[in-house]
Nanobody
Framework: QEQMVESGGGLVQPGGSLRLSCAGS????????IGWFRQAPGKTREAVVC????????YYGDAVKDRFSIWVDAAKNSLGLHMKDLNADDTAVYYC???????????????WGQGAQVTVST
């Protein structure tokens, strides 16, 4: 059974930083494109970052470039996201996910977690 579970969400002030973690099981990270997407209330899913299974490069969404960074520990089957310079527009539920390709990460993911709430507010 393919599973992914997020942790590390919470409340942070604007300009602050936060780290999210994700534990995967039942599948090999090397066989998939993996990354994070987010969804704010009333909004559609937005890609945050995805590591392509084709070239092993990380592709970041324009809204988070130079602020967010992804890390992967294949041996521990874990995934993480370091977020800095957070603002109110970053408030959303964040999901780790795996897909056949990065193009499918938000639309047709093979597996994704239950989500971690991130709230940026004073």
């Amino acid at each position: 059974q393919e599973q992914m579970v997020e942790s590390g969400g919470g409340l942070v002030q604007p300009g602050g930083s936060l780290r999210l973690s994700c534990a995967g099981s039942g599948f090999r990270f090397d066989d998939y494109s993996i990354g994070w997407f987010r969804q704010a209330p009333g909004k559609t899913r937005e890609a945050v970052v995805c590591i392509s299974s084709d070239d092993r490069l990380a592709y970041y969404g324009d809204a988070v470039k130079d602020r967010f960074s992804i890390w992967v520990d294949a041996a521990k089957n874990s995934l993480g996201l370091h977020m800095k310079d957070l603002n109110a527009d970053d408030t959303a539920v964040y999901y780790c996910a795996a897909a056949r390709s990065c193009l499918l990460l938000t639309s047709v993911p093979t597996c994704w977690g239950q989500g971690a709430q991130v709230t940026v507010s004073t």
